[in-house]
């Protein structure tokens, strides 16, 4: 399956139609991190994060679940769980 989340010099590129519900996709544009997933009533959801320690993490993720990980360890260490 071809990814459903890209990014070109247009913009970013969404295909929901290959996308599984309640599953995070990302990419990366213009030095901002892109964060979809559609939710269990095929709602699409956009997040945006320019915050440039974080964008560099994610970079580095090599796959969703990495980038699953790394948000958990983020979150706990912000203490914004809960």
Known sequence: M???VSADENGVNFNPDKMIQEKLYHCIFKNK???VFKD??????CYEIEEPALV???KKCT?????EK????????K???N
Do not use: R, T, V
């Open 2 to 4: 071809d990814y459903p």
């Open 33 to 35: 991190a892109m964060l």
């Open 40 to 45: 269990s009533q095929d709602m699409m959801n």
């Open 56 to 58: 560099e993490q994610i």
């Open 63 to 67: 796959n969703d679940d990495d980038l």
């Open 70 to 77: 790394l948000f958990d360890d983020y979150l706990q260490g």
């Open 79 to 81: 203490h914004l769980k």
